[in-house]
Nanobody, 118 residues
């Protein structure tokens, strides 16, 4: 019923930058959090960053100041600015949305491919 849609993935050289975007349609007053996970071949899915409606952010340790998450509550949109990209950042990046409602699921986008060439 809620379908986040990602955009902005692509192929870049090491050291380059990409900006990912994610949004979904509809007005949801109970939206609590949006964020980004990624999964590389042969690896488990891992949290990259997330942001609450109030603006609190969480980052994975491997970000090391390279990535910045931001959001626009009015547009139900979240961004991930990725700088100084490394080959190990290559993965499918998934957007998620969570709501205050108890027992509600985490909603996942279909993912966008990020490939970083050495």
């Amino acid at each position: 019923q809620v379908q986040p849609v990602e955009s902005g993935g692509g192929l870049v050289q090491a050291g380059g930058s990409l900006r990912l975007s994610c949004t979904f349609s509809g007005s949801f007053v109970s939206l609590y959090e949006m964020g980004w996970y990624r999964q590389a071949p042969g690896k488990q899915r891992e949290l990259v960053a997330d942001i609450t409606r109030a603006g609190s952010t969480t980052y994975a340790d491997f970000v090391k100041g390279r990535f910045t998450i931001s959001g626009d509550n009015a547009k139900n949109t979240v961004y991930l600015q990725m700088n100084s990209l490394k080959p190990e950042d290559t993965a499918v990046y998934y957007c998620i949305a969570r709501f205050y409602t108890s027992n509600s699921p985490t909603y996942w986008g279909r993912g966008t491919q990020v490939t970083v060439d050495p």
